[in-house]
């Protein structure tokens, strides 16, 4: 049974969970600038847990191809508000920091966060696997190449999904070395993949089942989606809810998304299907 420790709470994965977005960018694909000010922060919040996350996915630094860069200092300063923010207001909240700075997410796990949510499995800063060892708290490691500025360019593999597989292999490793134990695999769809790339990982996600981790999806809204059905992030959410399908049935553990309710009911059906 695969189980996380979140602050001295056991997560239970046998039932896949759901991950609530909460970006406090102007500038994030689909949502940004909505959940910019506290008030929004806090009613975003509010909804997503009383729909059913378990989780909530604090981000301060947009990580979409060509986002502009922010500063350690500002990428602090806006999670570390909204965090304390959150946890004043919903203190059972689990939240998550969405970072590849070791320094943003030990301030972010100072003021409350319970997990570390890194784009770059570790590669865009070398202290990170050690923070989060001494942190001792879960670390989702997903699959990238390069930076969210070059990684379009960055999609040139013999096999995508044996690649992927490979990397996310060793760096698991890497990660238990440093005294990782709670460990959650991405595979990093859209990110220095092209559309068809992420199809194909998404086809042979059951094979992810080896690394003997949990498996987080993240496809809300990607262009992988709108760009097939040739609409736009915010007609993206039936397409959403159709992958978020598939990846329950190929063995995802943690959905994270946009849009709460919707993949909380999917979770609901798959389990039926299940039993």
Same mark, same amino acid.
């Given at each position: 049974?695969?189980?996380?420790?979140?602050?001295?709470? /056991?997560?239970? /994965?046998? @039932?896949?969970? $759901?991950?609530?977005?909460?970006? @406090?960018?102007?500038?994030?694909?689909? #949502?940004?600038?909505?959940?910019?000010? *506290?008030?929004?922060?806090?009613?975003?919040?509010?909804?997503?847990?009383?729909?059913?996350?378990?989780?909530?996915?604090?981000? %301060?630094?947009?990580?979409?191809?060509?986002?502009?860069?922010?500063?350690?200092?500002?990428?602090?300063?806006?999670? @570390?508000?909204?965090?304390?923010?959150? /946890?004043?207001?919903?203190? &059972?909240?689990?939240?998550?920091?969405?970072?590849?700075?070791?320094? $943003?997410?030990?301030?972010?796990?100072?003021? %409350?966060?319970?997990?570390?949510?890194?784009?770059?499995?570790?590669?865009?800063?070398?202290?990170?696997?050690?923070?989060?060892? *001494?942190?001792?708290?879960?670390?989702?490691?997903?699959? +990238?190449?390069? =930076?969210?500025?070059? +990684?379009?360019?960055?999609?040139?593999?013999?096999?995508?999904?044996?690649?992927?597989?490979?990397?996310?292999?060793?760096?698991?490793?890497?990660?238990?070395?440093?005294?990782?134990?709670?460990?959650?695999?991405?595979? %990093?769809?859209?990110?220095?993949?092209?559309? &068809?790339?992420?199809?194909?990982? !998404?086809?042979? !996600?059951?094979?992810?089942?080896?690394? #003997?981790?949990?498996?987080?999806?993240? $496809?809300?809204?990607?262009?992988?989606?709108?760009? =097939?059905?040739?609409?736009?992030?915010?007609?993206?959410?039936?397409? =959403?809810?159709?992958?978020?399908?598939?990846?329950?049935?190929?063995?995802?553990?943690?959905?994270?998304?946009?849009?709460?309710?919707?993949?909380?009911?999917? $979770?609901?059906?798959? &389990?039926? /299907?299940?039993?």
């Amino acid at each position: 049974m695969q189980t996380l420790n979140c602050r001295g709470k /056991l997560i239970d /994965l046998s @039932v896949p969970k $759901v991950m609530g977005i909460i970006n @406090v960018t102007p500038d994030s694909f689909y #949502d940004g600038g909505k959940t910019f000010a *506290k008030k929004d922060i806090l009613k975003q919040a509010e909804k997503m847990l009383s729909e059913g996350a378990t989780f909530l996915d604090i981000g %301060g630094y947009s990580s979409r191809p060509g986002a502009d860069e922010i500063s350690e200092k500002e990428e602090i300063r806006r999670v @570390v508000e909204a965090i304390k923010s959150i /946890l004043k207001k919903f203190p &059972e909240t689990i939240i998550s920091i969405d970072t590849f700075r070791s320094e $943003v997410a030990k301030k972010a796990v100072e003021a %409350g966060a319970a997990i570390i949510n890194d784009v770059s499995g570790g590669t865009l800063d070398a202290e990170m696997f050690k923070t989060v060892g *001494k942190l001792n708290v879960p670390y989702i490691l997903m699959h +990238m190449r390069g =930076t969210p500025k070059t +990684m379009t360019k960055l999609n040139d593999y013999k096999n995508v999904t044996v690649d992927v597989l490979k990397d996310l292999s060793e760096k698991i490793a890497r990660a238990r070395a440093e005294g990782i134990n709670d460990i959650i695999a991405d595979p %990093g769809f859209g990110f220095a993949k092209k559309r &068809e790339q992420s199809f194909q990982l !998404l086809n042979n !996600l059951e094979l992810f089942q080896n690394l #003997d981790v949990p498996i987080l999806v993240g $496809v809300s809204r990607k262009s992988m989606i709108y760009k =097939t059905l040739e609409t736009s992030a915010e007609n993206a959410l039936n397409g =959403t809810t159709s992958l978020n399908t598939i990846a329950l049935l190929k063995g995802a553990s943690i959905l994270r998304v946009h849009d709460v309710k919707e993949a909380v009911e999917c $979770v609901k059906l798959f &389990e039926n /299907l299940k039993s």
